[in-house]
């Protein structure tokens, strides 16, 4: 089976800890940024406990929605809890196997520290037959590629700097050469003095004013009494030079309207 | 219909911002650990964009996965892209109206505020029939209270503020007394001097020795060459001192077995 039409990309993150709200989930907005910038459009983000059933029913929705790209993050390390790649096998029906090029990876970092190769560490080592580790620079559990339906796959870890080392020396290189080569810039200004609302039908019209450019409202409480808004727009090209020159265009547009009202403009680099 | 049966509760974040990585979604853990010391049990989170037919699908799919309580958060400002009422009345199948309960909220904050009423102001109170607007003490835009099979929903504001200020003030006293009625303790410290899978037996063993405690190990890098743990215990139970005590007791045992591989345990209050 080929990979799925479209750029569409989904994230899932595994981990009873974000769901308790122990911790904050920054490995999703890192990773939704670095695949907007690749040119793929983040559809959706499912979060699930350590539960290889919950988490067998994220990848698999994840693929029927129609995913070209899923990355996963968390539960890959050598602790009971740690159910990625078991849930993930679920949803693919892969048997779970030692794969001798992870136990390499993983004898390596633990013969390295002075340490024996135990149960819970082969564990790192197990993979869903037919995929392949991805070594971690900075961490012990190597990382895991294979394929799901129309779906190229990526398990992370969850600590954010073998998460994000993992993804950049090895999964960036390769999404930007399978992607659509799209450029994406952003431009951002507040404007102060025009509640919301009244800016909204004024947003409306600068969307329409470009295919290519996609405008967000923040409202950031109040300055001195009157309404503060931050408007941040993004747009995407498949030159850098044209993505940033239709992100200023519209920002400016839609800033020039905002004074027409009475806002202050206070432009953001 | 009545509500489901047990304690299972969705969180539904809604937003282009969440997934392109523009905004960390702090109100997940915020939410998270709110329903968590309720005593309800978070079994996943939906992220999806500001897209009527991905939000309606996040509500029908928390609620055929047997929530019993669905809170979402963003989408109810006056903007266009503000789509989750359209999105959960899609879900619901029901129809638009405008509220007139609703429309009284909206129209007393603008008015206090010396401006009018606008097409766009009251979209904010537009709701799906059959459901309630929920005064927001702090923005705006009211949430709104409704069912979906056997599912209570919650819409609440993206706005961290708004959101916060609209939970304890009404839903939180609602399902303290449609909840279990537990109560949950935590207990953390720190190993320094035993590595993660070395910890993982000990960690199993902890967690065996109670049925109402979750443990749970943070890699926090190194310190002076020695690798550092952060242990996580919660437990939970229907008194608050037998949860404390049900917390310490597994906390003490795991770090007992720790320092019996040579690790220093600090304790963290």
Do not use: Q
């Amino acid at each position: 089976m080929g990979l799925a039409p479209g750029y569409d990309a989904w994230i899932i993150s595994v981990g009873n800890e974000l769901l308790i709200g122990r911790v904050i989930n920054t490995n999703l907005a890192w990773l939704g940024r670095k695949l907007t910038l690749l040119g793929y459009k983040v559809r959706g983000c499912i979060t699930v406990p350590d539960d290889v059933e919950e988490i067998a029913w994220a990848f698999r929705t994840a693929a029927e929605r129609g995913a070209r790209v899923i990355v996963s993050t968390g539960g890959l390390g050598p602790t009971f809890d740690d159910k990625t790649v078991e849930g993930f096998a679920k949803a693919l029906g892969a048997k779970l196997v030692l794969d001798r090029e992870a136990l390499r990876m993983v004898e390596e970092k633990y013969r390295a520290g002075g340490y024996e190769l135990t149960e819970h560490r082969i564990k790192m080592a197990t993979l869903p037959e037919g995929s392949k580790p991805i070594p971690n620079p900075v961490g012990t559990a190597p990382g895991v590629e294979s394929r799901l339906g129309g779906a190229l796959v990526f398990l992370l870890p969850g600590v954010p700097a073998e998460m994000k080392a993992i993804f950049e020396e090895y999964i960036e290189p390769k999404l930007r050469e399978m992607g659509p080569g799209v450029c994406f810039a952003e431009a951002y200004f507040r404007a102060v003095g025009v509640p919301e609302s009244e800016a909204a039908p004024l947003v409306e019209r600068a969307m329409k004013a470009s295919a290519r450019a996609y405008v967000k409202s923040h409202p950031r409480g109040t300055e001195l009494g009157a309404p503060l808004l931050e408007f941040h727009v993004t747009a995407s090209a498949e030159e850098a030079e044209e993505a940033r020159r239709e992100a200023r265009r519209v920002a400016e547009l839609l800033a020039r309207m905002l004074a027409e009202k009475g806002a202050r403009i206070e432009w953001i680099e």
